[in-house]
């Protein structure tokens, strides 16, 4: 018995009625990445395993169960599917030596692999619009991030559904001293944690301050602050921040607890959320990562950056009057008969030239079952060949979205008439 094939869990097919939305939206974002100088960069959906663990963190959520890793059997090379960007930009960064005159602005966008539950908004395979500022210090480039993503926000029409939240985590230094006083204070309430709190208290403390545990949220809300740790420079960096923030009018929540499922970052970090979409409203996060060039052994070079997840801001915007038309062709050739084959495929390939969009009809079928297939594809008119206009050379052209009568023209004509009606609805012969 066969079983019924399907896409793997957690991982979607982008249907033709959904592509539109995509390319909508991917429009939009490029021409938004082109206004601030930002270019693409693309890397490969496999990388070295040993990226993500040096990158991302050995005792992280993602590196620890999350990643889809197998041995190259070719070679025994441990390789993973890409959790996230981040990572890879850097390590092309340096291995093309990017940064060799001056900071780079990048962006990309593409699947990234988690083997996390799937849930509405949480897939296996997502997509993320990612940008990366690489070899520049100082709080500007923070700053520029935030301005831009608001930007995108109100280019989309989502300026009062997503809300800014803060947070800054210092020096490795401040988070070192930070960390053992946190390590201290839930070691005196060791009865009030959870199981995941214990597993994560020497390894990765401050993920416990993210617990979504209502029990805990008390003992969390009291814990010590990484702010009453940080140092003077990194103090400055956040209040530039901020008032980088409020110079552009830019409302925002300091979060204390927001620290990040992510290894590599330092000084800011922040995450645009939303309450539309239930526990996965995270619609984009990022934040600075100073360290993290010379790390995976590139010379030192500051950097910061953010990543949006695309399956989630479309959902808001499938709630929002946001819509993407598809285009229709200009044409659908209908064609009954062995020579009105051939000139169809001929008066297809001639319109082609002239600029129009053009459907030729295929799989035979009576004049009347291609008509309605004409009319189905929202194509602007119909196109009909029979033995008759094959032998002529000539087409008859009938328009489908308004009215008027069908006219018989030749192929030159029939161009004309066809690039005039995107422009004035009612052509006339
Ligand atoms: P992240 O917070 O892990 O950060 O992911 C960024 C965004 O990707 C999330 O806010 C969410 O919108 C989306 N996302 C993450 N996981 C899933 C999932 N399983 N299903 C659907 N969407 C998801 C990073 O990846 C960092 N590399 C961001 C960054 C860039 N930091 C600095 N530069």
């Not at 094939?5 to 974002?29: K, Q, T, Y």
């Not at 009105?340 to 079928?365: I, K, P, Q, T």
């Amino acid at each position: 018995m066969s079983t019924a094939l399907r896409a793997v869990r957690g991982m979607n097919d982008i249907l033709p009625g959904e592509s539109a939305h995509w390319a909508r939206f991917e429009a939009c974002v490029r021409a938004w990445l082109a206004a601030y100088g930002y270019r693409e960069i693309r890397t490969p959906i496999l990388e070295h395993t040993g990226l993500f663990q040096r990158a991302i963190g050995e005792v992280t959520d993602i590196v620890e169960k999350e990643m889809y890793t197998f041995i190259d059997e070719l070679n025994g090379e441990s390789l993973t599917l890409r959790p996230e960007g981040t990572a890879s930009c850097v390590r092309a960064a340096i291995e093309h030596n990017l940064l060799f005159d001056g900071g780079k602005r990048l962006w990309y966008m593409g699947p990234m692999f988690r083997h996390e539950r799937p849930q509405k908004g949480r897939y296996r395979q997502f997509h993320q619009v990612g940008v990366e500022a690489m070899g520049f210090a100082g709080p500007e480039l923070d700053i520029e991030h935030l301005l831009m993503t608001a930007r995108l926000w109100r280019e989309l029409g989502l300026a009062e559904a997503i809300r800014l939240e803060l947070n800054t985590l210092g020096a490795a230094e401040a988070r070192a001293r930070y960390r053992a006083k946190l390590i201290a204070y839930f070691e005196a309430h060791l009865d009030a944690l959870d199981e995941d709190a214990r597993r994560r208290l020497y390894s990765n403390p401050l993920r416990i301050l993210d617990t979504k545990n209502p029990a805990m949220q008390t003992l969390v809300a009291e814990a010590p602050r990484l702010m009453d740790e940080l140092d003077a420079p990194a103090r400055a960096h956040f209040d530039a921040v901020c008032q980088g923030l409020a110079d552009a009018g830019i409302p925002y929540r300091v979060n204390p607890r927001l620290v990040r499922g992510l290894d590599y970052y330092n000084d800011t970090v922040f995450e645009w959320v939303t309450d539309r979409l239930g526990a996965q409203g995270t619609v984009c996060a990022g934040g600075r990562y100073d360290t993290l060039v010379e790390q995976l052994g590139g010379r030192p070079a500051p950097a910061c950056g953010f990543a949006m997840g695309v399956e989630r801001l479309l959902a808001l915007l499938a709630e929002s009057a946001w819509v993407a038309e598809e285009t229709p062709a200009d044409a659908y050739i209908v064609h009954v008969g062995a020579a009105a084959a051939r000139f169809a495929l001929r008066v297809g390939e001639r319109l082609r030239d002239a600029g129009l969009n053009v459907v030729l009809h295929g799989g035979g079928g009576s004049f009347k079952a291609q008509m309605k297939k004409a009319d189905a594809s929202r194509a602007l008119y119909a196109v009909i060949i029979g033995d008759d206009e094959a032998a002529a050379g000539e087409l008859s052209l009938k328009p489908l979205r308004q009215a008027g009568e069908q006219q018989r023209v030749g192929l030159e004509r029939a161009a004309e008439l066809l690039k005039a009606s995107r422009s004035h609805p009612h052509p006339q012969p």
